[in-house]
């Protein structure tokens, strides 16, 4: 696609709770990131795909946060029985090169985001 | 470690006015430096970016940034402000030129008022 679609935008579960998030990166993107965004923070990098290959996961919370991109294409966040604190909006991003590429011109095309709530 | 203050979670200008984001970052290696924009319901923009040469970047919609290096800063500047600038601006610092290992700034909100 011509950027990069995250769904849902809005979704709202009741404290421990499952939810999932989706995002579909540019097409024939290698790279890609998920960012959280808490209220009146800027993001904080989460975990990061090479392909299928999540190659860094040292940003995720705690055991509960679980991310796959199993054809190295669409990922899932998912993030079981979820608490208050994980309210904030995921961002995805994905980039066309590897993130250790030395290319000055690639950047990264990042989602609208998905806004979660959690009661 | 790296990281990224930004002086001022608000700011508000009024239009036609110059606009002035501050940015400060502390880094244990060369920084590549990047400014964002995030509208409403949106995604990150990239506006610009230092990674080496020359110190002034020119970038989107008529902003600028200059990365000083013995001030460990990269602020954000546009000489006139439009309503459209209305938005939340996001400095970041990376280790690597093409910024995939990010470290965002909290952010400031741009108002600009008619």
């Known amino acids: 696609g011509a950027g990069v679609s995250q769904s849902p935008r809005y979704k709202v579960a009741k404290r421990g709770q499952d939810v999932a998030l989706r995002c579909d990166p540019i097409s024939g993107h290698v790279s890609l990131f998920w960012y959280q965004q808490a209220l009146g923070q800027g993001p904080e990098f989460l975990t990061y795909f090479q392909n299928e290959a999540q190659l860094d996961k040292s940003g995720l919370p705690s055991d509960r946060f679980f991310a796959e991109r199993p054809e190295g294409s669409v990922s899932t966040l998912k993030i079981q029985r979820t608490q208050q604190e994980d309210s904030a909006v995921y961002l995805c991003?994905?980039?066309?090169?590897?993130?250790?590429?030395?290319?000055?011109?690639?950047?990264?095309?990042f989602g609208a985001g998905s806004r979660l709530t959690v009661l | 470690a790296q990281s990224v203050t930004q002086l001022g979670s608000h700011v508000s200008v009024s239009e036609g006015a110059l606009v002035l984001l501050r940015c400060n970052y502390s880094?244990?290696?060369?920084?590549?430096l990047f400014w964002y924009v995030q509208y409403p319901n949106q995604g990150l923009q990239l506006l610009l970016k230092?990674?080496?040469?020359?110190?002034l970047v020119k970038g989107i919609n008529g902003f600028e940034a200059e990365f000083k290096k013995s001030e460990t800063s990269f602020h954000l500047t546009k000489p006139s402000a439009h309503m459209s600038d209305a938005a939340e601006y996001f400095c970041a610092v990376s280790e690597m030129a093409h910024g995939q290992n990010f470290v965002f700034g909290p952010g400031t909100r741009l108002s600009v008022l008619p």
């Open positions: 991003a994905s980039s066309r090169t590897t993130r250790t590429a030395s290319s000055g011109a690639n950047v990264l095309t």
């Open positions: 880094s244990s290696v060369p920084p590549y």
């Open positions: 230092y990674t080496t040469g020359a110190t």
